[in-house]
């Protein structure tokens, strides 16, 4: 029994670890441009095709990553520069207008690769799994694998965000919109790269995802909707924020999951998550509000 | 230079308001009763026509549900399917149930089949208060309006709105869907529940007409009123109305519990009327349809919503029925893509929807734009008080510190 | 005892005290006016009174009541209106309406649901609008005005939620002026009625006011008394008023 839980609570980390590929693009552009996407699913979603196609012409998995990136980012560009940057200062619509843009995107989807899902294989090197009690459940190396490129992503974003130039321009535009502005920094082009940025790394999800449960034209909204929760409980303030609130979540369903089943362990992390913002209403990593 | 400020006190007192039930309303009111009343269609109550009409006008006061809280208090919530489908599977199950008791199964069963496929063998206990119409319709108005109540002070309280609200509203009806399809065996899961029998017919259409003029009227009054012009200033300025002394949070869980109310009678209705109900009733989808009936209707409109509904649902029927092939796909297809460049087109061009944006023009004609409005009165101003001057020049020869 | 009375008020962000261990009081039918450099923690002060920021250490009270932490609604309805810096007004709402919300009622939802507007209430609105000399504009939304009129539309706001003090933050910004000048006359008569709180930076407002005055100077409070005397102060004069020139 206790090894189950641990085992659980093992693959509840490589949940967290999606999480977090999923909600660090979502993140970021809600952070700093302050509007919430909700094409964001329907971004995953595309970023899974990709690696169905790069599959389905004999790729590898760590070739449809950056490709996904890539695609993801490209889309992420033109819906910024055809919808998003008109309506940068009504963030209510701009989830409407985002709606209708993850509509449009799931309808050609559509077009392309028809309605059944596509199956995507696994890179030999994340066959297996790791051993650690002699009696399964083992723990598969893909789930490492999630962790690692969590990890990995957390680490690139943090770099970029608080060491290079580029990333200090991104704190001045998040902190004072209209100051940044007058000191010269293109406040529009920030939000833009931000927005491909975030978009790419929906990419990155998608391609990850992929493996686990096809891509299907519909995948990506759940973890979208999971991914606003990331935001929700964790807070944009801080970085951090982004793998605290993951790893709460992902943990919660798993293991709420394994206790009773996966609608209740949704349920019972949502009421936890509405309870949270009583106390923290800005997330954990929220703005303080001045004092 | 002299300044009186005591008032000229020659100026007209008098507020312009608009009239509770205005003229037009009145007129096109009576030229739908009369069109449905002397229409062909209306002699076979079965006519498919019949029924999309009452369909929409649910979804019309689903809509006008949705108009309260984001067009009057600011509040967009992407969850308001959740009160709606409530609503209407409490009312659907009880058809269901007492459905079953006349007329048994294939089976043979005097349960409703969903729960004969899951094993169960009678109604669970907890659905027996069901069985009574009067309960089952309380259930369906008072549960939704507890749950709005409950999730209003969780949140407003707090301050969370705007976005936040948003996505939290929009997880509620993601989850309420899965918990349907997950309970089958008490909701009819996936297949949603079907097979009883419904109302619709010349009686209930009627009863839908007055619910909805009631609607109507409700929401003309409670925005009109004065308890309404406090629910736009705290969607104009919430910051302000606090330190007017409003508590904010308070006023918003009041509408929003009336929406919800307003929201779950809708559903209670619809499943009466169309005699089937299913988890996509609750779920984001139907959620973010309504918002986008309002929207295109016009935000802060009551009027607004019912066009926004008749006119999408409308369109939508129409376009999925027509059967005209564009580069090898059949148009029902391109349907939802229309749908899409809708959302971004009324978004982006016309945000204050069709009565909004007619509002606008015939107030223009009459009195110039708004942009000009303001030029004429701030010269007006000028003229009057000779110190308005944004520069803020100080005359030579002032004391300044 | 003193309308407002303000005790070792304290209030740190991240250890920088912006203000520190302030004592202060302002009586009944006073017009006080506050004065201080940027920074001095003058609308800090007003948004602690307000209940906006929570002080990290001190008592504030009012009427004799201890309001120290209560929320910004609770504390307007014990007799506190503020006019914020920037014109804060329902853009949408006509002039009429501004007015109307402001109006002094029980304002708990289920009171305020049947609620009309009495004749009597009207007649207050009206009175108040002739005052404010927007009369005219009263059917037109708020977000048509100019900034001039914003201010005063704001002013007639706090007018007719007949407080025990009012705090204005600056309410001659962005005036020409005569607009000031205006403006001044129109505070005087207010505060024939009311206690006023006022945070001004121009000295030509303040001296046609000339009554008594508060310096604050990094949270701290640095002189207090009439104004001319004030004014001759060593110290004030070093971090406030310049050398010399005034």
Redesign the interface.
């Known amino acids: 029994m206790l090894q189950q839980l641990f085992m659980q609570s093992l693959n509840g980390l490589g949940v967290a670890g999606i999480l977090v590929i999923a909600a660090a693009g979502l993140a970021i552009i809600f952070g700093v441009a302050g509007v919430i996407n909700m094409a964001h699913g329907q971004f995953i979603m595309v970023g899974a095709y990709v690696a169905a196609y790069v599959d389905s012409q004999g790729g590898s998995m760590f070739l449809a990553i950056p490709l996904a990136f890539i695609v993801v980012a490209i889309l992420g560009l033109v819906v910024e520069r055809g919808v998003i940057q008109w309506i940068y200062d009504r963030p209510l619509e701009t989830l409407l207008a985002t709606w209708g843009v993850g509509i449009i995107i799931e309808v050609i989807m559509k077009f392309i690769f028809g309605t059944l899902g596509q199956k995507v294989g696994w890179p030999d090197l994340l066959d297996g799994s790791i051993k650690i009690f002699a009696r399964p459940p083992h723990f598969p190396y893909y789930r490492v694998f999630h962790v690692a490129l969590a990890i990995a992503i957390m680490a690139v974003t943090f770099y970029i965000i608080y060491r290079t130039n580029f990333g200090l321009k991104v704190r001045a535009v998040r902190r004072n919109r209209s100051m940044a502005g007058c000191l010269g920094i293109d406040t529009a082009k920030i939000d833009m790269l931000i927005f491909m940025y975030g978009s790419g790394l929906a990419g990155i999800a998608g391609a990850v995802i992929a493996p686990i449960k096809a891509a299907t034209i519909d995948m990506g909204f759940s973890y979208a909707v999971s991914s606003y929760m990331v935001i929700v409980l964790g807070g944009v303030g801080n970085l951090l924020g982004i793998p605290t609130g993951s790893f709460l979540i992902g943990e919660g369903e798993t293991l709420l999951a394994f206790r009773y089943n996966t609608v209740i362990g949704q349920l019972l992390v949502f009421l936890a998550i509405v309870i949270a913002i009583r106390v923290f209403p800005r997330g954990i990593f929220g703005y303080q509000e001045r004092r | 230079m002299a300044i009186n400020l005591a008032g000229g006190g020659a100026t007209v007192r008098k507020v312009r308001r608009a009239r509770l039930i205005p003229l037009w309303a009145l007129i096109l009111g009576a030229l739908v009763m009369a069109l449905i009343g002397t229409s062909p269609h209306y002699a076979g109550t079965d006519s498919y026509v019949v029924g999309l009409i009452g369909k929409f006008l649910c979804f019309a006061i689903f809509a006008l549900s949705v108009d309260l809280i984001w067009g009057f208090a600011g509040i967009l919530s992407l969850g308001q399917a959740v009160y709606f489908g409530i609503g209407a599977y409490m009312v659907a199950l009880s058809m269901k149930l007492n459905y079953t008791l006349e007329n048994a199964t294939r089976y043979g069963g005097n349960i409703p089949d969903f729960m004969e496929w899951n094993g169960l063998t009678e109604v669970p206990g907890f659905m027996a208060p069901l069985l009574s119409t009067p309960v089952a319709v309380a259930l369906a108005l008072a549960i939704p309006t507890l749950l709005a109540f409950i999730f209003g002070v969780i949140t407003f309280k707090r301050h969370i709105y705007g976005v936040y609200c948003a996505v939290i509203t929009l997880a509620e009806a993601l989850i309420l869907e899965r918990f349907i399809v997950e309970y089958q065996a008490y909701t009819g899961g996936f297949n949603g529940i079907t097979d009883y029998s419904n109302l619709r017919g010349a009686p209930f259409l009627w009863v839908i007409i007055a619910v909805t003029v009631v609607c109507f009227l409700g929401a003309r009054v409670l925005t009109h009123s004065r308890i309404g012009t406090v629910l736009k200033s705290i969607r104009d300025n919430d910051v302000r109305a606090e330190f007017m002394g409003y508590n904010v949070a308070n006023y918003r869980i009041f509408v929003f519990c009336i929406s919800a109310f307003m929201a779950a009678g809708a559903g209670a209705m619809y499943a009466a009327w169309v005699g089937i109900v299913s988890f996509l009733d609750t779920g984001p989808l139907l959620s973010v349809e309504a918002v986008i009936w309002t929207a295109v209707g016009g935000r802060a409109t009551i009027i607004g919503p019912f066009i926004g509904a008749f006119l999408i649902r409308g369109l939508e029927f129409v376009l999925s029925g027509l059967d005209i092939e564009l580069a090898g796909r059949s148009i029902a297809e391109y349907w939802q893509i229309f749908m899409g460049a809708l959302f971004i087109a009324v978004v982006l061009w016309i945000p204050d929807g069709i009565v909004g944006t007619i509002g606008n023009w015939v107030r223009k004609r009459g009195t110039g734009t708004l942009g000009q409005i303001r030029e004429d009165q701030d010269r007006l101003a000028h003229d009057r008080q000779h110190d308005w001057d944004p520069a803020g020049a100080t005359k030579p020869g002032e004391e300044r510190v | 005892m003193a309308l407002l009375e303000i005790k070792g008020l304290t ?1 740190e ?1 991240s250890g920088y005290k912006i203000i520190d261990n302030l004592d202060f009081s302002v009586e009944a039918n006073e017009l006080r006016v506050l004065l201080g450099p940027n920074g001095a923690g003058k609308t800090t002060l007003i948004a602690m009174i ?1 209940g ?3 002080p ?1 250490a001190g008592k504030i009270f009012f009427d004799g009541k201890d309001i120290t932490g209560r ?3 609770e504390i ?2 014990a007799g506190i ?2 006019k ?1 810096q920037v014109p ?7 002039v ?3 007015v ?3 109006l002094q009622t029980d ?3 289920f009171k ?2 049947f ?3 009495s004749p009597a209430e ?1 007649e207050r609105i ?2 108040i ?3 404010i ?1 927007l ?6 939304p708020a ?7 914003r201010q005063w539309l704001e002013m007639g ?1 706090l007018i007719g ?1 007949n407080p025990k003090l009012l705090l204005l933050d600056e309410p001659t910004t ?6 000031k ?2 403006t001044a ?2 505070i005087e ?1 207010i505060a024939k009625s009311h206690t006023v709180l006022l945070v001004e930076h ?3 407002v303040v001296r046609r006011l000339g009554k008594k005055v508060t310096v604050l100077h990094q949270g701290k409070l640095l002189a207090e008394g009439p104004l001319a005397e004030v004014v001759e102060n060593e110290m004030v004069k070093a971090v406030y ?2 050398k010399g ?2």
């Open positions: 209030t962000v307000t906006q920021f929570k990290t929320a910004p609604d307007f309805l209106s503020r914020f804060n007004m329902y853009e949408t709402l006509s009429y309406d501004n109307m919300i402001s304002r708990k939802v305020y649901m609620k009309r507007v009207n009206w009175e609008l002739e005052f000399e009369a005219d504009r009263a059917n037109d977000d048509t005005m100019s900034h001039g009129e706001m939620s962005g005036m020409t002026e005569q607009g000048q205006r006359q129109l008569k121009d000295m030509h008023l310049g020139r005034h």
